[in-house]
T-cell receptor, first 118, second 113 residues
Framework: AQKVTQAQTEISVVEKEDVTLDCVYE???????LFWYKQPPSGELVFLIR??????QNEISGRYSWNFQKSTSSFNFTITASQVVDSAVYFC???????????????FGKGTHLIIQP | EPEVTQTPSHQVTQMGQEVILRCVPI?????FYWYRQILGQKVEFLVS????????KSEIFDDQFSVERPDGSNFTLKIRSTKLEDSAMYFC???????????FGDGTRLSIL
C-alpha cells in the first residue's frame, strides 16, 4: 500500500519569508513518481513538478525548489521569498510505475494550507 | 495551453437520482482519470481508464459508479443512485502517456440534497 504524509496542516508566514512544505511517503515499489500540485482558492489543481525515484537531484524553478531524499522517503518543497499569490493548498502525491500498459492513479497527501500574509 | 474541460461546474441533484459528469480531455491524451475531493479533505483516486477500458479502480469506485468514453472525445463518470456522501468536488485528469503528469480539469462540484 502507498501512503503520503503531509504533517503540516497549515502554515502561515509573512510575505518574503522562505517556507518549506514537508512530504514523507511510503511505498513498496522500487520505482515510482512523486508530484506536487497546487490548489489555489479557486479550487483547480495545478501541476508543479514530477520526480522519478531514480533521480535524486534537487530541482529549482524560479522561487520554487524541491529536495528529494530517497534515504528518508521525503520530497520537500521550498518557496523562497514567498508572495501572497503563493497562498494555496499544496498537495504531494505518489504514483507507482507499472511495468505493463495500465494507467496509475495518484495517491495524495492531505495537503498543507499555506497562508502568506502581506 | 490545452486544458481539460469539465461540465457542469456545479451540479445539484436529489438523493437517489443519477448524475453524469463530463470531461473533455486534452486532445492527444490517452490516459483518463477521475478523482474526488470531499470538502476540506484530500484528493482521492476513483478510477483510471486506458484503451477503452478501466485500468485501475479504488475501493470508492463501487457498483454505483461507471465510466465510459462514448464518442471518442468525452469521458464521463456516472453515479447511478446518488447518496448524500457523494457530495464532493469531482476532478477529471488526463495524461499523454503512462508516466506523463496528469493534468486536471477545474472540477465539478456535486451537491446531493
Amino acid at each position: 500500500a502507498q501512503k503520503v504524509t503531509q504533517a503540516q496542516t497549515e502554515i502561515s508566514v509573512v510575505e518574503k519569508e522562505d517556507v518549506t512544505l514537508d512530504c514523507v511517503y511510503e511505498t513498496r515499489d522500487t520505482t515510482y513518481y512523486l508530484f506536487w500540485y497546487k490548489q489555489p482558492p479557486s479550487g483547480e489543481l495545478v501541476f508543479l513538478i514530477r520526480r522519478n525515484s531514480f533521480d535524486e537531484q534537487n530541482e529549482i524553478s524560479g522561487r520554487y525548489s524541491w529536495n528529494f531524499q530517497k534515504s528518508t522517503s521525503s520530497f520537500n518543497f521550498t518557496i523562497t521569498a514567498s508572495q501572497v499569490v503563493d497562498s494555496a493548498v499544496y498537495f504531494c502525491a505518489l504514483r507507482k510505475t507499472y511495468s505493463g500498459g495500465g494507467a496509475d492513479g495518484l495517491t495524495f497527501g492531505k495537503g498543507t494550507h499555506l497562508i502568506i500574509q502581506p | 495551453e490545452p486544458e481539460v474541460t469539465q461540465t457542469p461546474s456545479h451540479q445539484v441533484t436529489q438523493m437517489g437520482q443519477e448524475v453524469i459528469l463530463r470531461c473533455v480531455p486534452i486532445s492527444n491524451h490517452l490516459y483518463f482519470y477521475w478523482y474526488r475531493q470531499i470538502l476540506g479533505q484530500k484528493v482521492e483516486f476513483l478510477v483510471s481508464f486506458y484503451n477503452n477500458e478501466i485500468s485501475e479502480k479504488s475501493e470508492i469506485f463501487d457498483d454505483q459508479f461507471s465510466v465510459e468514453r462514448p464518442d471518442g472525445s468525452n469521458f464521463t463518470l456516472k453515479i447511478r443512485s446518488t447518496k448524500l456522501e457523494d457530495s464532493a468536488m469531482y476532478f477529471c485528469a488526463t495524461g499523454q502517456g503512462q508516466i506523463q503528469p496528469q493534468h486536471f480539469g477545474d472540477g465539478t462540484r456535486l451537491s446531493i440534497l
